[in-house]
């Protein structure tokens, strides 16, 4: 399996900037798909932005887009989420993923997950 291990999260102000990075252990032949989700608590999880592994195609949620960019180093093994303008919220968990569905934006059409990392806007 991808090993997912996200990192970067913290505490910001409200229209703040972070920038979150998901080390992976390489692509397996079936991965088409690199994605984020974020979990706030006692909320399902929700789908943020996804990036084709091989082409530069991306999809957004409504939520943040314009704001939040997904892109990767594919040398590096690195996926990367910039979140601009951040909203004010409790703690959030931000997950990377991998699918095989090509960009994917339910949680079922991804096989892979990380153990998330924690974010938090404050006023």
């Known amino acids: 399996q991808v090993h997912l291990v996200e990192s970067g999260g913290g505490l910001v102000q409200a229209g703040g900037s972070l920038r979150l990075s998901c080390a992976h252990s390489?692509?397996?032949?079936?991965?088409?798909?690199m994605g984020w989700f974020r979990q706030a608590p006692g909320k399902e999880r929700e789908f943020v932005a996804a990036?084709?592994?091989?082409?530069?195609?991306?999809v957004y949620a409504d939520s943040v887009k314009g704001r939040f960019t997904i892109s990767r180093d594919n040398p590096k093994n690195t996926l990367y989420l910039q979140m601009n303008d951040l909203k004010v919220g409790n703690t959030t968990v931000y997950y990377c993923?991998?699918?095989?569905?090509?960009?994917?934006?339910?949680?079922?059409?991804?096989?892979?997950w990380g153990r998330g990392t924690q974010v938090a806007v404050s006023s």
């Open positions: 990036i084709s592994w091989i082409l530069d195609n991306t």
């Open positions: 390489g692509r397996r032949f079936s991965t088409t798909t």
């Open positions: 993923a991998t699918s095989r569905v090509a960009l994917s934006i339910v949680a079922a059409g991804y096989d892979n």
